[in-house]
């Protein structure tokens, strides 16, 4: 045995330093044994030609007998690895046309599927870094004014109490920014979490422990946990960290534990230091009116209970608790309790969902391409594969050349895809909107290239081997046209689907651009070139009153105002139509007009609120089109007064006669009371887009900001600079004149038109996927259309002569091979546009201004597809056109 | 011509293996010698015979040699290893206890045992 694996290993090594040796050998060997043949023969009697012929006879094909002693030879794989690879090489020099078709639409295949999927694994699919984050639920209220659900303290203790779909209830207080103060000051987040927070995520620190009861009592030892972010900067992973002291703001605590490296708020939030929020129960059945502090809650599922169960059985208790709020909103609560993942995502679901679709929708075309690409190279060279079999090369060995060559074109495709999806991965994350969640710690998805690659493999080599597993016939050796029936149909089958799916892709595609063009196109009832913004978010310890505030932003001002260039300078507690600044809502239903009946609580909806200043209006441009818009004496005088929207004023006053009526707004603490200022309606502005570039206008109230209410005044303050010079020039100007008032204050500038466009950023981003796509599908629909057809008219160059011969006319050629593109075409569009008009629900959430079943985008598609197909039919059958029938009749 | 693969599956083996007994032989001489000694029954093409021949090299039962042939030419040798040797008598025994039970299935009592 051991003797027998030596000779083996002995033939083995000598075989790689004298492979062409032994070749010889072996033909001298046979030349030798066919001349004693020969010569067996003549002494036999024959003549020597006949001696010669018989001998040839009996002694059969030479290359399956040198192929047979190449297969005893230990390890003679490597060796026709090597060979087909070599083979392979050469037919791809040949043929460049064909390898590098393959290569670049699997390298874009798996380039685009890899690289989206990697994106959007972390939306869809990510674990979320909690023990079984699938049982994990955020529950609270939601209102008009909050869309996110939160609660109050009163009610959570409640709702804890008397819970059952829960195995553990637990909370958040908030994180906030806070200071280590000590010889090495530093600017951190700080949370606060109930003392079950973590065992309820199921979060353990990586060194030391977690919090014990008595430290979540009020008054209790000052404990705290860190981030594994802050244990490196700060203490660079020393483990003797356990037991410090860190002073936040002001105040010592002990550091008990690190958290681990993934750790993060279950609402995202910054959290450098977790502490026990140390809440006094029964404080929350007083403070705030007996409601309590606000409060986020989570909950651990017991095993079994599904989010709907848990909905359902808290809702009794969220009756009961609903009878503490105030009557007058109270049917304006819900109750809402959803997983983790879904709060985390919101609506990045749809777009996830959409490009997933997309770019499972150019996988299945690159297959298809592969596949059908394969599929006629494969009966082209039927005849190649008759004629290697006929001088004696096995099955298997033919088989093993096709899988050489599909696994060389998928190895290449795969480097080019792998090196495209880094790409396009940096490409999403640099374009990306600040908005899509963990977008930023994308990486690439090895699982996924692996997928990408086993199925292009599949395809690849499925329809590769398709041709070479039926034993050449011997006719391939004479057949002129070697066009097989059921291939042929196979690959007309893909290129129809490759189209339908291309259909599906541009019409998404089309759509969302027609979207992204209403919505760019938007009047948004105001002006913003040449408006530069200025946010200056002051500290409260530095400015701890309202006053001060107020007495910052006014010297900020008159300081703006003798700026050169600057033409007017306007003051407002925020921007439109940006609808994420919450504190400038109120309800509909809590303005009061003097002397009239008040509107029924719970109706009307919502209202934006906006403290502004005189030139607000100047310097956006938004007329004034009835009464009169503020004056500055009146930001000093006693008077207050209203500006409403057109909208706001046709809802409040439908028989017209707005000016000079009194208006005042409910108050709640927590019961309803009406004891604010009365307010006097002077003017009327024109709307403005103030939810959003998508959302419909809210009716809208300008407050004028003035200076006898120094109590309305915070640190939400933005500064409109109406200027005609760059940004770039006034910038540095406004940033001198704030660091005169006080060197620390932040400075944050931008245009009004950056920020307006960034509100389009999410359908943008959206829009250049999905248009990426399309084009892509669409190009290789359109690369394998072509090579159907080119390949078709190849194969019938010498029927296209024996017809020209027999009297067809040039265009008849013509109408004959591009008929067969146009079957294709017509075909996979209407299947496409079918399968698009059931699909396009689906994009509806994503649509603005343009319906899911648009006409115009729908026909729009319908065109550009005719137009390519047509044109990528149309080349290769005027080439068939041009055939000279002499020549064609002389072909192959 | 019916080809050699109507022997039983390492029956060719076999053959080379005994023919080369008295001496080393070119691949030529053992088909001619298998011929012969077969009263041309057995007629081993050069399709079958040098795939087997490289398949006992290959195992080490068989070396060879370049010589020279009995006219003089050129001409590739092979002679039994010692392996060689002990593999025939192992082979030799197994044909033995086969046919004999294949005769026994037939019907037929081998004539070394009448």
């Known amino acids: 045995m051991m003797a027998e694996w030596l000779t083996r290993m002995r033939f083995l090594v000598r075989q790689i330093f004298r492979r062409r040796g032994r070749q010889s050998d072996l033909d001298e060997e046979l030349q030798f044994h066919l001349e004693r043949s020969i010569e067996a023969n003549k002494a036999a009697g024959m003549t020597p030609d006949e001696a010669r012929r018989q001998a040839l006879v009996d002694f059969g094909g030479v290359e399956r007998t040198r192929e047979e002693c190449n297969r005893q030879r230990p390890g003679w794989w490597l060796g026709t690895v090597a060979q087909d690879m070599r083979y392979a090489l050469r037919g791809f020099r040949r043929n460049p046309v064909f390898a590098v078709t393959v290569i670049a639409t699997l390298a874009l295949g798996i380039g685009a599927t890899t690289a989206v999927f990697s994106v959007v694994d972390r939306i869809l699919f990510r674990s979320l870094p909690y023990a079984h984050d699938d049982r994990l639920v955020s529950f609270g209220l939601v209102q008009s004014l909050e869309r996110q659900e939160f609660t109050l303290g009163a009610f959570f203790f409640d709702w804890r109490e008397h819970q059952k779909p829960f195995e553990s209830v637990t909370f958040e207080h908030g994180a906030s920014a806070c200071n280590l103060t000590e010889t090495n000051p530093a600017h951190l987040n700080c949370a606060d979490v109930a003392g079950n927070f973590l065992p309820t995520l199921g979060i353990s620190p990586i060194l030391g422990r977690d919090f014990l009861p008595e430290e979540d009592l009020p008054n209790g030892p000052k404990v705290a946990l860190i981030s594994d972010g802050l244990w490196l900067s700060r203490y660079n992973r020393d483990p003797g960290v356990l037991g410090k002291t860190i002073d936040i703001d002001g105040h010592a605590a002990h550091i008990v534990g690190v958290l681990p490296r993934d750790f993060e708020m279950p609402r995202l939030q910054a959290a450098d230091i977790v502490r026990p929020a140390a809440i006094d129960e029964a404080e929350q059945h007083t403070a705030n009116s007996g409601l309590g502090f606000p409060l986020w809650a989570f909950a651990r599922l017991k095993p079994g209970v599904s989010v709907a169960e848990a909905r359902a059985e808290m809702d009794p208790l969220f009756r009961h608790t609903q009878l503490w709020i105030p009557a007058e909103f109270r049917q304006e609560f819900r109750l809402q309790v959803r997983s983790i993942r879904d709060r985390q995502m919101q609506d990045a679901y749809t777009a996830a969902w959409v490009l997933l679709g997309a770019v499972f929708a150019v996988l299945l075309i690159a297959c298809g391409n592969v596949a059908s690409l394969f599929s006629a190279r494969g009966a082209a060279r039927q005849r190649e594969l008759a004629v290697r079999s006929a001088l004696g090369a096995s099955r298997g060995r033919l088989i093993r050349q096709t899988l050489t060559e599909s696994f060389l074109l998928a190895l290449a495709g795969t480097a080019a895809g792998c090196v495209l999806a880094e790409i396009l991965l940096r490409t999403f994350i640099a374009i990306a909107p600040t908005g899509v969640p963990f977008l930023a710690q994308a990486r690439l998805d090895l699982r996924i290239v692996l997928f990408t690659v086993l199925l292009s493999l599949l395809c690849a080599g499925l329809f590769g081997i398709l041709p070479a597993l039926e034993k050449p016939r011997a006719s391939a050796l004479a057949a002129r046209s070697t066009n097989s029936g059921v291939q042929a149909r196979l690959r007309h089958v893909l290129v129809a689907a490759q189209i339908a799916i291309s259909v599906v892709l541009l019409s998404g595609a089309s759509l969302l651009v027609k979207s992204f063009w209403n919505l760019e196109q938007e009047n948004l009832g105001m002006q913003t070139r040449n408006v530069l913004t200025v946010h200056v978010p002051l500290n409260w310890e530095r400015y701890p009153t309202s006053r001060a505030y107020m007495d910052f932003y006014l010297r900020a001002e008159s300081a703006f105002r003798r700026l050169p260039g600057v033409t007017s300078v306007g003051m407002s507690n925020s921007l439109p139509p940006d609808a994420n600044s919450w504190h400038g809502g109120m309800r509909f239903a809590d303005i009061f007009v003097s002397g009239k009946q008040r509107t029924a609580p719970g109706t009307g909806g919502t209202v934006v609120i906006r403290m502004v200043t005189p030139d607000y209006f100047r310097v956006l441009q938004i007329p004034i089109v009835e009464g009169r818009g503020f004056t500055e004496e009146e930001r000093s005088g006693s008077g207050d007064f209203i500006i409403l929207s057109k909208l706001l004023a046709a809802r409040l006053f439908p028989q017209g006669n707005v000016l000079g009526q009194h208006i005042q707004f409910a108050n709640y603490r927590p019961y309803f009371v009406l004891d604010g200022p009365v307010f006097t309606v002077v003017g009327v502005a024109g709307n403005v887009k103030n939810a959003g570039l998508a959302g419909q206008d809210d009716p809208e109230l300008y407050e004028l900001r003035s200076s006898h209410h120094p109590e309305a005044w915070d640190n939400h303050h933005f500064f409109l600079l109406e200027t005609s010079l760059p940004a770039s020039v006034v910038a540095p100007w406004v940033r001198s004149r704030i660091a005169q008032l006080d060197p620390t204050a932040p400075v944050e500038i931008g245009t009004l038109a950056q920020e307006v466009s960034k509100l389009a950023d999410r359908p943008r981003f959206e829009t250049a996927l999905l248009g990426f796509f399309a084009c892509c599908g669409l190009l290789m629909a359109v690369i394998g259309l072509y090579g159907v057809i080119a390949f078709m008219a190849a194969q019938r160059t010498q029927e296209i002569g024996v017809r020209m011969a027999l009297g067809a006319t040039r265009l008849d050629i013509l109408r004959l091979i591009a008929g067969e593109g146009v079957r294709l075409i017509v075909l996979g569009g209407l299947v496409g546009l079918a399968a698009a008009l059931s699909l396009a629900q689906l994009i509806k959430a994503l649509l603005f201004g343009v319906g899911p079943h648009d006409p115009a985008a729908l026909m729009g598609v319908a065109a550009l597809l005719a137009l390519v197909a047509l044109a990528a039919t149309l080349i290769p059958a005027r080439a068939a056109m041009r055939v000279e029938p002499v020549e064609a009749l002389r072909y192959e | ?114």
């Not at chain 2, 006992?56 to 092979?78: Q, T, V």
């Open chain 2, 1 to 114: 011509m019916p080809p050699s693969t109507d022997l039983l599956q390492g029956t060719l083996d076999l053959l080379i293996l005994q023919t080369l007994v008295p001496g080393p032989m070119h691949g030529w001489g053992v088909a001619q010698r298998i011929q012969q000694v077969s009263q041309d029954v057995l007629q081993i093409g050069q399709g079958s015979l040098y795939p087997a021949l490289h398949r006992l090299e290959y195992k080490g039962w068989i070396r060879s040699d370049w010589g020279n042939s009995e006219n003089n030419r050129r001409a590739k040798f092979y002679a039994l290893t010692a392996a060689g040797r002990k593999q025939l008598e192992t082979e030799l025994a197994t044909w033995e206890r086969l046919s004999a039970a294949v005769g026994l299935v037939l019907g037929r009592i081998p004539e070394a045992s009448a």
